[in-house]
């Protein structure tokens, strides 16, 4: 496993970036928070774009320090945008073509045109295509770089719900097939928990966790940022498939249920749980529709608004949060230690 030693200051337009962390990269690793927390900052200066104070290195090689800088061409790197940044006077094949050449491999273009299914694309102008199909070509010509990083910033914040379901599997295929690192920017807890196998968080400039995806989405400020989607990440195991078309799945806290196939038994899924898909009873209910009711304990209780607040179950070895009313934590008797219900409306699944 290849390491990422920074040390690094940056000052710009009010904002400052103070990182001093050594971070083991392989597979995915999301560089997650808010928006302003710094993260595109962070992006392109391990990059080379923007020049900060102190040292970037990547396994042995410094890129950056007091001394010297290795410019951006030459580290190996690939970034892929939130815009794919396409040669419009190339058409795809073009494209892709031009990166070949320049790693001296251009006898792989069809290849990965097939790879990322763009084989019928080979002639279009870059313009002319969908947000999806400009993000494949971006990716596929990234990967034809043979870099020894890659980089990605928000590459899926531009793209609607469906184009973001087109692209997810040719991320994971980066991820699974290349042997590629990827440094990957979101602030979207449903991207981490499908995509990273560990993240790093910040906020304001700070780096505010380090570890892996499942331990760091369990805390309570890690999730709740503007994306709306505060929630826990569970890792279960399919069980099979039920009677009634059902898939039963098995973590530590008990078996859930969902309608989605996901695959062969004994395979392993991540489970995304949304704080908003979680109630809580005190009593195990009766004559309920949903189909998931695990027994639980309350672990923590904070505030998280006004009027709202984060309960964190322990389920098992597992932590699942849900966003209730402070009215109803209260009317429910919640603190530390009370055992609970809770009722899972429904999960989104990713398998790793």
């Known amino acids: 496993m290849t390491v990422l030693s920074l040390k690094i200051s940056s000052q710009h337009d009010g904002f400052s970036l103070e990182i001093d962390r050594t971070i083991p990269i392989s597979g995915v690793t ?39 800088f290795v410019p951006p061409h030459r580290r190996g790197v690939a970034t892929v945008f939130q815009t794919p940044t396409l040669f419009p006077h190339l058409d795809v094949q073009g494209n892709l073509a031009y990166a070949a050449r320049r790693a001296g491999q ?17 002639a279009r102008n870059p313009l002319t295509l969908s947000g999806g199909e400009a993000q494949r070509v971006a990716l596929a010509r990234a990967l034809l770089t043979r870099p020894r990083l890659i980089l990605m910033d928000e590459p899926l914040a531009a793209l609607d719900h469906a184009r973001r379901a087109e692209i997810f599997p040719f991320i994971e295929r980066l991820r699974d097939e290349a042997q590629v690192p990827i440094l990957y920017v979101t602030h979207s807890p449903a991207e981490v928990a499908r995509l990273a196998g560990r993240m790093l968080t910040l906020r304001a400039g700070r780096v505010t966790g380090l570890g892996p995806t499942a331990e760091l989405l369990a805390v309570a400020d890690v999730s709740t940022e503007e994306s709306g989607e505060p929630g826990s990440l569970v890792t279960a195991r ?33 489970l995304f749980i949304r704080a908003r898909d979680v109630m809580i009873a005190r009593d195990r209910p009766e004559g309920l529709s949903a189909l998931n009711i ?13 009027a709202s607040a984060d309960v964190l179950l322990r389920c098992g070895e597992a932590r699942l949060r849900a966003r ?8 429910l008797g919640l603190e530390e230690g009370t055992g609970c219900h809770a009722i899972v409306k429904s999960v989104a699944l990713a398998r790793e």
């Open 106 to 122: 251009s006898g792989t273009v069809a290849a990965m045109l097939e790879r990322f299914d763009l084989t019928g694309l080979g």
């Open 294 to 306: 695990l027994p639980a304990t309350v672990y923590t209780v904070a505030n998280a608004g006004p």
């Open 324 to 331: 209730l009313t402070r009215r109803s934590v209260a009317a």
């Open 30 to 68: 999301a560089l997650f928070g808010p928006s302003g927390a710094g993260k595109s900052t962070l992006l392109r200066i391990i990059a080379g774009f923007e020049r900060g104070t102190g040292c970037v290195a990547y396994g042995d090689e410094v890129w950056e320090d007091g001394r010297h």
């Open 238 to 270: 399919v069980v099979g498939q039920t009677g009634d078309g059902l898939t039963e799945l098995a973590f530590s806290g008990g078996a859930i249920l969902t309608p989605e196939t996901i695959g062969a038994p004994g395979s392993t899924v991540r």
